[in-house]
């Protein structure tokens, strides 16, 4: 069973908007920071979005100033609000979970391999 849950994908039309949730246990929330990945057909999975417990950010150079990445600790869920969608952020949209540590790097917090928690994806699908 999953332990993170993703929802909120569907298709819209280039230019158009959406807003993913990812809800995580409570022994995930408090204890790791989180990030949203993506993959689309015949391409590696690609890091996305990655927010600290400090709530600093993240982002991938392809969705810097359209994509929004927050969380709602009442809730422990975490948001990637994508705006000016656009044909090429058509993929499976993952949420992720790392154990916190020291400090990451860009580099790091967009790469898979520090993330233990994966959600089973939500498509997304952006038509021109």
């Known amino acids: 069973q999953a332990q993170l849950v993703e929802s909120g994908g569907g298709s819209v039309q280039s230019g158009g908007s959406l807003r993913l949730s990812c809800a995580a246990p409570?022994?995930?929330?408090?204890?790791?920071?989180m990030a949203w990945f993506r993959q689309a057909p015949g391409k590696e999975r690609e890091g996305v979005a990655h927010?600290?417990?400090?709530?600093?950010?993240f982002y991938a150079d392809s969705v810097k100033g359209r994509f929004t990445i927050s969380q709602d600790n009442a809730k422990n869920t975490v948001y990637l609000q994508m705006n000016g969608l656009k044909p090429e952020d058509t993929a499976m949209y993952y949420c992720?979970?790392?154990?916190?540590?020291?400090?990451?790097?860009?580099?790091?917090?967009?790469?898979?391999?520090?993330?233990?928690?994966w959600g089973r994806g939500t498509q997304v699908t952006v038509s021109s």
């Open positions: 992720a979970a790392a154990p916190r540590g020291g400090p990451m790097t860009a580099i790091q917090a967009l790469s898979a391999r520090p993330y233990s928690y």
């Open positions: 927010i600290n417990s400090d709530g600093s950010t």
């Open positions: 409570e022994f995930i929330y408090s204890s790791y920071c």
